[in-house]
């Protein structure tokens, strides 16, 4: 069965600092892997990546496929109060699957 | 607004009862993704459609079911409801399969 798995599950930092989230995934017949940030409501999209594109980066967000480690990374610097929300990693399949992780929860305190 | 339409947005509804939750995808959006979203479970896929064709199904109750139409709108059936049926239901559409993906902003459904 696929799964995704993200760490960690929570996380509270102060404004300006960095942070690193992880997701790592098991499955078969990988086609992408994105990010999303949800807040109140419906997660929005930030990032895909696939085998033929492994670095994404978006002001200061940025995030890494690691394809031997069957991980990625979502890195975001000078954390603002506005970047709290919860982050997931979810992968999708050539079969037009998805499945998604529990996310990880930010807390940027002023 | 992103672009992807459900409504209603709100329904509360008793058990044992059937419902219909409507999603009109993006313009020229072909393929359609229902989740289900609970407190204790996270976002679980439950069945994705592409151009009218079901191409793939997650962990869909046989209670539920869904179809794409030919103007590519998309609708969920929710039938015999259960309390624990209660969550918010998003779907999602994207250009194609392996395409980034635009959430609308849900249903949350309420069994009572």
């Known amino acids: 069965e696929d799964k995704v798995v993200q760490s960690p599950l929570s996380l509270v930092v102060h404004e300006g600092d960095t942070v690193t989230l992880n997701c790592s995934y098991e499955?078969?017949?990988?086609?992408?892997l994105l990010w999303y940030k949800q807040e109140k409501k419906a997660p929005t999209f930030l990032f895909m990546l696939?085998?033929?594109?492994i670095e994404k980066k978006s002001g200061r967000l940025s995030s890494i496929l690691d394809k031997k480690e069957l991980s990625s990374i979502l890195n975001i610097t000078a954390t603002q109060t506005g970047d709290s929300a919860i982050y997931l990693c979810?992968?999708?399949?050539?079969?037009?699957?998805?499945?998604f992780g529990d996310g990880t929860t930010l807390t940027v305190k002023p | 607004d992103s672009g992807v339409t459900q409504t209603p947005k709100h329904l509360i509804t008793a058990t044992g009862q059937r419902v219909t939750l409507r999603c009109s995808p993006r313009?020229?959006?072909?393929?359609v993704y229902w989740y289900q979203q609970s407190l204790d479970q996270g976002l679980q896929f439950l069945i994705h459609?592409?151009?009218?064709?079901?191409?793939a199904k997650g962990n869909i109750l046989e209670r539920f079911s869904a179809q794409q139409f030919p103007d590519l709108h998309s609708e969920l059936n929710l039938s015999s409801l259960e309390l624990g049926d209660s969550a918010l239901y998003f779907c999602?559409?994207?250009?194609?399969?392996?395409?980034?993906?635009?959430f609308g902003s849900g249903t949350r459904l309420t069994v009572v």
């Open positions: 696939t085998s033929s594109g």
């Open positions: 313009s020229g959006d072909l393929s």
């Open positions: 499955v078969t017949n990988f086609r992408s």
């Open positions: 999602a559409s994207s250009a194609g399969t392996g395409s980034s993906y635009t």
């Open positions: 459609y592409y151009n009218g064709e079901e191409r």
């Open positions: 979810a992968h999708y399949t050539n079969a037009g699957k998805s499945t």
